[in-house]
């Protein structure tokens, strides 16, 4: 989030401006970053189901642990503290309905990733849903499902951090020039990700293995390179 961003303009607001487009059969994945209650809540009354990552500092009561190793448990609006919020937790327990204004009913999945590389490693990944069924989205079906949401995050940094640059801004100044540029980036990259994926695939390799930066510099010593090319 920029610090130059003005009032409203912050990802947390801009995402919730969005939430009028979601549809009730869809599934809505976010990071721990856009987590809060008036977003949660927000997102939630649209109809469409939400897979959201919290932070680790979020108070999750378990009500009930079902099979699958994820437990049943309720939001409380923050703004509700003390016997008061004490008093929503014990009547969720008891199966009470609940005033969603002041809390709500999710389910939540936690895990970690072994293999993950870099100071994430071993640390606990928490999600909550809406889909409170079990039958419904299995925990170990909704992990992958987020795990997904990396796969996305992982093609914008491809885009903005390897292709462009860290801190560089587009070279056009029109919008129809940098409409063409960002073309060109998409175009870059998709072409980029289907020699990698022609690659791995003709050496057995998974293709989210290969690393797209070293591809990148790969690519651009090939391209300066003009014994590269014919005549």
């Known amino acids: 989030m920029g610090g130059v961003a003005g009032k409203g303009a912050g990802e947390q607001s ?39 990552r919290v932070k680790a500092d979020l108070t999750l ?5 079902l099979p699958d190793g994820s437990y ?18 014990e009547a969720a327990r008891a199966g009470q309905g609940l005033d969603e204004d002041k809390a709500r009913y999710v389910r939540v999945v936690e895990y970690e990733v072994p293999d993950r590389e870099g100071d994430g490693k071993g640390e606990v990944i928490a999600l909550v849903t809406t889909i409170t069924e079990m039958t419904a989205a299995p925990a170990p079906l909704l992990a992958q499902a ?27 100044k029109g ?7 960002i073309y060109g980036y998409l175009l870059t ?7 990698i994926c022609k690659a791995a695939t003709e050496a057995g ?13 790969i690519v651009r010593r090939r391209a300066a390179d003009p014994a590269a090319f014919p005549p």
């Not at 049943?72 to 937790?89: C, D, F, T």
């Not at 903005?160 to 801004?169: I, Q």
């Open 72 to 89: 049943r448990s309720v939001l409380v609006n923050p703004k509700i503290r003390g016997k008061a919020r004490q008093a929503l937790i």
């Open 61 to 65: 009561p378990v009500l009930e642990t």
């Open 175 to 181: 919008p129809d020039m940098v409409r063409q540029e």
């Open 14 to 52: 801009l995402a919730r401006k969005l939430c009028r487009r979601l549809e009730e059969d869809w599934l809505l994945i976010a990071d721990r970053n856009f987590f809060n209650w008036a977003g949660w809540c927000t997102a939630a009354d649209s109809g469409a189901a939400l897979l959201w």
């Open 189 to 195: 990259h998709y072409a980029i990700s289907a020699l």
């Open 146 to 172: 987020y795990h997904q949401r990396w796969e996305h995050e992982t093609g914008n940094k491809q885009l903005k951090t390897y292709l462009r640059g860290p801190g560089r801004v587009l070279r056009s």
């Open 205 to 217: 390799i998974d293709p989210d293995r290969v690393k797209f930066k070293r591809t990148v510099r």
